[in-house]
């Protein structure tokens, strides 16, 4: 008896004792104090400096439908089509519009660095296909009257080429004749080497997202806030505490009714207990967001995606990740899904599954010399196809990250990861 007595004290001593808990029982955890009033990131959002400003308005975004519809019938193209085969050649390779043709299509003899995509077929020889000028000129004005199905953005419908520019790209398509010639295995992207990635990304002096953990969290957790308190006033070994918490984020949170990622929680649960202001994408809360990822390394990604509310987020989550956003209308699948873009290349740029997309977030970019979270790295997939992004606490992103998330349950956390 008496030692039944010791084990239920044990186990309540484990279940009461701050942060010794088992971190499955986060997402019931009510009494987490979080700060519930107001937003997690700056209100109104402004896209970082540094970022293309280009307004996409009139585009759907996640939070919004805006886009035109897609044509029911194709535009009647009266003889043939007039325009110049060498502008065409400019546009179809025009990395500012869109990334233009190449990014997805080889087109011919390949000039310096062009680096054509795949997820298209080779139109090296389209000239030959006996394709009418009509049907050119409405492949590339919107591809959707063909197949509603399609990755190729709408250019005329959305506005990317004008119809004289359209006229160019046919005249262009109707000269390529010819299986293209290689210079090299890096233009040719069925040769072309998959990236690989295995830098030791925990050590400082490659990737310098460890200085979060080596340096600046621990600095930031004794620090008092305006209560007076610190993280460590009440979390004294947050090694032990967290050791697997992370792997369980993001989770549904009741109180929000949205599913609240790692970023979110530091903010609310900063201004409510401590009284620190460190909204997401803030410095401080960006060296958390790492060392609260690191401390569960190792620990087994295991996102609720069973109880209903976390069930009905997924759903929410995997439907946004279906829908066209932006001028160039890609959705998260057109380049994430195995069936569609992913394993495929977009110009120079090698596009990866979900799966195992978020294992290593935050990440050190190395082109960048910056350290991204989740939410930033949503956004820039946003503002890469000309899609407004929403703020990085919006409720689509959470559904979204729950949803990327959840594909790589099973996968251990490995963090802060390195990529180019
Ligand atoms: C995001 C990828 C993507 C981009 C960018 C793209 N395409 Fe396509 N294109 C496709 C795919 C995929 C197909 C295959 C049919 C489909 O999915 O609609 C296709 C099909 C075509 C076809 C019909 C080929 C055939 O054999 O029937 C033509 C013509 C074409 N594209 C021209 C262009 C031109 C011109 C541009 C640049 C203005 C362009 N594409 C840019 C993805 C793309
Ligand atoms: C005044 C006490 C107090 C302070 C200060 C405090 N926390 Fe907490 N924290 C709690 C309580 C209570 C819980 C819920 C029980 C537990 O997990 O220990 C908690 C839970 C957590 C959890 C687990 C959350 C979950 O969903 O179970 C993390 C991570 C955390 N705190 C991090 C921090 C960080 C980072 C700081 C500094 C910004 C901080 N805490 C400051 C009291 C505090
Ligand atoms: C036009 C193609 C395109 C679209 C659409 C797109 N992405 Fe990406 N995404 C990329 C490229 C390119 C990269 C960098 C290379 C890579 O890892 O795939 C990337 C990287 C990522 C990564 C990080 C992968 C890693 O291993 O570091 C995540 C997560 C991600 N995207 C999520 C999304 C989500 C969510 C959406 C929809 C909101 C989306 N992407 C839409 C092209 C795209």
């Known amino acids: 008896m008496r030692r039944a007595a010791l084990v239920t004290i044990f186990v309540a001593g484990i279940t009461l004792g701050p942060g010794v808990r088992p971190s499955n029982v986060a997402a019931q955890s009510a009494a987490v104090p979080l700060a519930l009033d107001g937003e997690a990131s700056a209100r109104p959002w402004h896209r970082y400096h540094e970022w293309p400003q280009r307004d996409s308005a009139k585009f759907n975004t996640l939070a919004m439908l805006a886009s035109p519809p897609a044509p029911t019938q194709p535009r009647k193209v009266a003889g043939s089509v007039a325009g110049n085969s060498a502008l065409g050649a400019k546009l179809a390779a025009d990395r500012s519009r869109g990334g233009s043709c190449l990014a997805c299509h080889v087109m011919g003899p390949a000039g310096d660095a062009d680096l054509p995509g795949n997820l298209g077929p080779d139109l090296s020889q389209i000239g030959n296909a006996g394709l009418g000028d009509e049907t050119l000129f409405n492949f590339v004005y919107d591809a959707r009257v063909y197949n509603a199905d399609t990755l190729m953005p709408p250019w005329g419908t959305h506005g990317i080429?004008?119809?004289?520019?359209?006229?160019?790209?046919?005249a262009f398509l109707k000269t390529l004749k010819a299986p293209a010639p290689f210079k090299s295995d890096l233009d040719d992207p069925a040769k072309r080497p998959p990236p690989v990635e295995n830098r030791d990304n925990l050590d400082s002096m490659l990737n310098p997202a460890m200085w979060a953990v080596d340096d600046k969290a621990p600095a930031l957790w004794t620090e008092a806030g305006p209560k007076g308190a610190a993280c460590a006033s009440c979390h004294r070994d947050p090694a032990r505490a967290f050791k697997t918490w992370a792997a369980g984020m993001p989770r549904w949170e009741p109180r929000l009714e949205k599913v609240m990622g790692i970023e979110e929680f530091v903010t609310r649960h900063a201004r409510a207990t401590t009284g620190h202001a460190w909204p997401i994408e803030s410095a401080e809360n960006g060296a958390l967001a790492v060392y609260l990822r690191f401390l569960a390394n190792g620990s087994t990604i295991a996102v609720d995606q069973e109880s209903a509310p976390a069930k009905a987020a997924y759903a929410?989550?995997?439907?946004?990740?279906?829908?066209?956003?932006g001028q160039l209308n890609f959705a998260c699948l057109d380049c994430h899904d195995a069936g569609r873009g992913a394993g495929k290349w977009i110009r120079g740029q090698w596009l990866a599954q979900l799966r195992g997309a978020l294992d290593h977030y935050p990440t050190w970019r190395t082109s960048l010399q910056a350290t991204w979270d989740v939410r930033k790295r949503f956004q820039w997939c946003q503002v890469a196809v000309w899609a407004d992004e929403l703020p990085p606490d919006a409720k689509e992103y959470g559904d979204l990250e729950l949803y990327v998330t959840a594909q790589s349950n099973g996968l251990k956390l490995n963090v802060p990861g390195i990529r180019h």
Do not use: S, Y
């Open 161 to 170: 080429f004008d119809d004289q520019e359209i006229g160019h790209l046919v």
């Open 316 to 325: 929410r989550g995997e439907a946004l990740a279906h829908r066209k956003v």
